[in-house]
């Protein structure tokens, strides 16, 4: 585990911190580590009773606003907290620590309702039967204009069964591949690095390559809109480690040596945070 020194986003290296915790269930799942309560039994003389959490911080750039974790793990750390991903284990670890996200759950297996939306954001943009490729698509169930593509490539490393219209494919098959709309949704925001992500992305982009990017648009990012206060209302981290605004995504892209020629948020009802930001790249 690496602690961040430098945005993630613009690279700039002034930050902005507040004390937060890890929440339990991610602290067990990556570090094995569990909440203890200090009692009188404890005998520690300076150490004050009560319950103790993993410390962190919350971390916000002052020049492209984004809100992100200090955390940044590593490969094997970020395996374990994704291991089984919502299979039986990680559900009942999960319920251990959060009793309702058992209900929550459920909503992941089906196609969420906001879907009709970004495919509407992304049709002008595209030819009508466009070759896709999503990557971090899991089993294709949200991939958009599934029913309307020429060829639907899933690059995920969760090995689930792909849904019917879609393909699982390694590395190789696509660098192989021409595409016309690359997606990346749902994903920037639990990843350790995403500038690198969306650099390795970008190398299999060719000049007529649409790249897709959607974040959940988080409350909190969105009550302090334009400012770079949040990281003193984020006490609390948990799968999602980075929080994007409009201003970090534009500079997360520019980076990455891309062009957004569309972004806006996208109202999503069905969805916990009810928003997410969707930018629409291509090769500068």
């Known amino acids: 585990m690496r602690i961040a020194s430098r945005c993630i986003c613009c690279t700039n290296e002034k930050l902005l911190s507040s004390p937060a915790i890890l929440s339990p269930f991610v602290a067990h799942r990556v570090f094995g580590y569990q909440p203890v309560e200090i009692t009188p039994a404890w005998e520690l003389r300076d150490i004050r009773k009560g319950n103790a959490y993993m410390i962190c911080r919350s971390v916000q750039c002052p020049a492209c606003e984004m809100l992100f974790l200090d955390m940044r793990f590593d490969d094997e750390e970020l395996a374990s907290l994704y291991r089984d991903y919502r299979g039986d ?30 495919e509407a954001f992304l049709r002008p943009w595209l030819p009508a039967s466009p070759k896709i490729l999503d990557w971090g698509g899991d089993s294709g169930i949200n991939t958009p204009l599934l029913d309307e593509a020429n060829l639907v490539h899933i690059y995920d490393i969760s090995g689930k069964p792909t849904v ?78 980075n929080f994007f605004s409009e201003t970090s995504m534009s500079a997360l892209a520019e980076q990455a040596g891309l062009e957004i020629v569309a972004l806006q948020p996208i109202a999503t009802p069905d969805t916990k945070q009810g928003s ?9």
């Open 89 to 118: 284990e990680y559900t009942q670890l999960r319920i251990s620590y959060e009793p309702g996200y058992l209900e929550t759950s459920k909503v992941y297996e089906r196609r969420a309702g906001y879907i009709g939306r970004i």
């Open 164 to 241: 019917d219209g879609a393909v699982a494919v390694d590395l190789q098959t696509v660098k192989e591949t021409a595409y016309d709309l690359i997606i990346c949704m749902q994903v920037l925001e639990h990843i350790p690095f995403p500038l690198e992500l969306i650099r390795t992305i970008a190398a299999s982009m060719d000049a007529t390559t649409m790249l897709y990017l959607e974040v959940p648009y988080e409350v909190l990012m969105r009550t302090h809109h334009g400012s770079t206060n949040a990281y003193r209302y984020k006490r609390h981290w948990h799968e999602h480690i």
């Open 276 to 284: 997410v930001l969707s930018a629409l790249c291509r090769l500068a």
